[in-house]
C-alpha cells in the first residue's frame, strides 16, 4: 500500500460548519483544497448515523484518492474499510486494535506527553497525533497545550523510527509558519504533517484554507528542516559582511521597533540613532500590525514586563512574523520569577525569534538550565561550556544565539564565534545588554533588507544574514567602548555612557575590521 502523505490532516466537526454549508459540501471542497488525510471525529453521534457519515464520507474520499480514517471506534473503521483508525489514550491499546484489524491497517494515537510518545513508538504505532499544540475550542482541554516549542523534544523521541507525527490543536494558517519552524527537533526532526479542524472546517472557503494551508507546509517544509544551504564564510568574511551591514545600517537608516523596559528606554533609543538606525518605541497591542508593516524589525525585552505589555508582546512578534521582518528577543531577567518564565515561554510558543540574546543567567533560565545564577537581571557566573550551550540553544530555538559577557559567544546552531573585544566598564553600567539589544535588531533589519527577496512562503525574514548582522553589532558596541572607555573626560559609569553612544556614531567599518577580536570554535 502507497505510504501517507500526512502534510495537510483533515479533522471534521460538523458542529463547526458556518450556516448553509453542508457536511459533505464542505469535505469535498476541502479536498479539492489539496487535503491528503481525512478523520472522522463524531463524539456524541449514535453508531447508526456515525456508520452513513463514514460511509458518504468514504465514498467522497475515493473519489479523491484521500486516505480515511475514523476516530475511536474500530468497528465503524471495519465496516466502511477506512485505512485507519485513531485512538485516544484511553480507547482500546494499540496491541489488542492491532490483533482485530487487518494487516495494513493504520493505527494512530494522540499523545500529549513525552512518555506517551515512546509508548506509542513502542507499541508500534504507524502514527502519533501530537496534542494539543495550543488552546483550542473544538476540544475541552484535559491535558496542557504542548505549545510549539515542546513539540521538539517529542518529535526527536522518534528519531530512527518508522513512526510518523503530526501536530493538532489550534492549528490556523496565520500561525502555521511559527508552528513549522519552532516545532522541528535539536536533531532536524520535523513534523509530517498539521491536523487542522476549525481553520477548514469553520470556513466558508474550505477549498481556499486548505489551498493556503498546504502552500505554507510545503514550503515550510523545504525552508526549514536543514541548517545547512547558505555557504559556509570564514571568519574574515563574516567580519567583512558585518561592516557591511554596518555601512548598510547607516544608508538605508531602518525602522526599529522596540519593546523595552522602562529603565533603558532612552538610552536604546539614542544609541539606535547612534548606529544610523531610527527607533519607535511602542508597545500598544492595537498598533502593531501597523508598526509590523512599519517598520524593519522588532525588539523585544521584557525587562520590566508587565501582564498589560504581554498582549503587544505576542502581538509584535507575531505580526513581525507575518511581514517577514526580523525579530530580537531580549529575556531579561528571565530567571527571575515564574511570571518572567511563563511568559517567555509564551511568546515563544506563538512567534519565531531571529535573534535570542542574553547574559548567562537568562540564557540559562530561558534554557531550563541551573548551572548559571542570576541576581536580577545580572548573572552571577558563566557555563562551563558555553559553547556547546550556545549551538545547542540555537539548534533548539532554530536561530541565532548570542550569549554575552567578557566573552561573547554567537552561534547559528552549527557554528560558534567568539568575540573577545569590549571594555570591563560595559559589564558596570546598566542596559549595555539592552542597547546591544538595540543594535542586534538595527543589525538585522539592514540584513534583511539588503538580502536578495526570497519569495518563498514559509520564511519568516527574506534570508539575510542573520548570524554577521549580530557579529558587527556586537563588535559595533564593544570596539566603541574601548575608545570611550580611554577617554579623558571619562570618569566612571556616569561619563561612560554618552561617551560610548559618540564612540559608536563616530567608529568606522574599517577600525572595526582592524581591532575585531573574532575565534571560531571548532566544530562539534
Ligand atoms: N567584562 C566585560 N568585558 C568586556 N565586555 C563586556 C564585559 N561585560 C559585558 N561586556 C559587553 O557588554 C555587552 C552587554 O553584555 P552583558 O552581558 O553585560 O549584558 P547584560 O547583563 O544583559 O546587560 P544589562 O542587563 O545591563 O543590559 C556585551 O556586548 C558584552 O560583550
Ligand atoms: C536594572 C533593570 N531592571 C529591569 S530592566 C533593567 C535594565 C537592565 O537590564
New binding site residues.
Given amino acids: 500500500m502507497d505510504p501517507i502523505d500526512f502534510s495537510l490532516y483533515l479533522v471534521t466537526d460538523r458542529g463547526l460548519l458556518p450556516q448553509g454549508k453542508s457536511y459533505l459540501e464542505s469535505l469535498e471542497q476541502a479536498l479539492l483544497g489539496g487535503v491528503t488525510v481525512v478523520q472522522i471525529r463524531e463524539k456524541k453521534t449514535d453508531t447508526a448515523e456515525f456508520l452513513e457519515i463514514a460511509l458518504q464520507s468514504k465514498a467522497l474520499c475515493d473519489r479523491y484518492k484521500v486516505p480515511l480514517i475514523i476516530n475511536d471506534r474500530i468497528d465503524i473503521a471495519l465496516a466502511v474499510n477506512a485505512r485507519g483508525v485513531h485512538l485516544g489514550q484511553s480507547d482500546m491499546p494499540i496491541d489488542v486494535a492491532r490483533k482485530l484489524l487487518p494487516k495494513g491497517f493504520l493505527i494512530g494515537i494522540s499523545c500529549n506527553t513525552l512518555d506517551e510518545v515512546r509508548r506509542a513508538r513502542e507499541s508500534q504505532a504507524d502514527y502519533v497525533g501530537l496534542a494539543s499544540v495550543w488552546d483550542t475550542q473544538t476540544k475541552k482541554l484535559t491535558n496542557v497545550p504542548i505549545g510549539v516549542r515542546g513539540l521538539g523534544v517529542m518529535l526527536e523521541a522518534l528519531d530512527g523510527s518508522e513512526v510518523r507525527a503530526v501536530a493538532i490543536g489550534g492549528i490556523k494558517s496565520t500561525n502555521l509558519i511559527r508552528l513549522m519552524h519552532g516545532s522541528v527537533s535539536a536533531t532536524n526532526h520535523g513534523l509530517d504533517g498539521v491536523a487542522v479542524v476549525s481553520d477548514i472546517v469553520a470556513s466558508h472557503d474550505p477549498k481556499g484554507a486548505a489551498q493556503m494551508l498546504k502552500s505554507i507546509f510545503i514550503a515550510c517544509k523545504k525552508s526549514t528542516l536543514s541548517f545547512d544551504g547558505e555557504p559556509r564564510l570564514s571568519r574574515e568574511e563574516i567580519i567583512d559582511k558585518a561592516v557591511t551591514i554596518m555601512d548598510g545600517v547607516r544608508s538605508l537608516n531602518p525602522l526599529v521597533h522596540q519593546m523595552t523596559n522602562v529603565v ?1 528606554s532612552n538610552q536604546s533609543a539614542n544609541i539606535t540613532l547612534a548606529v544610523g538606525a531610527s527607533p519607535i518605541m511602542a508597545t500598544a497591542p492595537e498598533e502593531m500590525a501597523d508598526l509590523a508593516e512599519l517598520s524593519d524589525s522588532l525588539l523585544v525585552n521584557i525587562g520590566t514586563l508587565r501582564a498589560d505589555s504581554m498582549q503587544g508582546m505576542l502581538k509584535g512578534g507575531y505580526s513581525a512574523n507575518a511581514g517577514r521582518k526580523p525579530v530580537v528577543l531580549d529575556p ?1 531577567g528571565v530567571g527571575a520569577s515564574e511570571f518572567r518564565k511563563a511568559s517567555v515561554k509564551e511568546l515563544l510558543d506563538i512567534w519565531q525569534p531571529t535573534v535570542i540574546k ?2 548567562a543567567g ?1 540564557l540559562a533560565a530561558l534554557a531550563g538550565s541551573i548551572e548559571v545564577a542570576a541576581k536580577g ?3 552571577t557566573g558563566g557555563f562551563k561550556d558555553p559553547v556547546s550551550f550556545v549551538r545547542q540553544l540555537a539548534r533548539k530555538e532554530r536561530c541565532i544565539v548570542a550569549l ?3 566573552t ?1 559567544y554567537i552561534s547559528d546552531g552549527k557554528r560558534v564565534l567568539l ?1 573577545k573585544n ?3 566598564l ?2 558596570k ?6 542597547m ?1 539589544g538595540s543594535c542586534i535588531s538595527s543589525y538585522c533589519a539592514a540584513a534583511n533588507t539588503l538580502a536578495n527577496e526570497d519569495h518563498r512562503e514559509g520564511k519568516l525574514t527574506r534570508g539575510g544574514d542573520f548570524l554577521s548582522a549580530t557579529v558587527g553589532a ?1 563588535l559595533t ?2 570596539i566603541a ?1 574601548e575608545f570611550a572607555a580611554t577617554r579623558e573626560d571619562v570618569h566612571g559609569i556616569g561619563t561612560f555612557l554618552p561617551a560610548l553612544i559618540d564612540e559608536v556614531a563616530a567608529l568606522q567599518p574599517e577600525t572595526i575590521v582592524r581591532l575585531a577580536k573574532v575565534e571560531e570554535a571548532a566544530d562539534s
Fill in positions: 533603558v531579561v542574553g547574559n537568562e537581571v545580572d548573572s554575552t559577557g567578557e561573547d568575540l569590549g571594555d570591563p560595559l559589564g553600567i546598566t542596559g549595555s545588554g539592552c546591544l556586537v558596541l564593544t567602548s
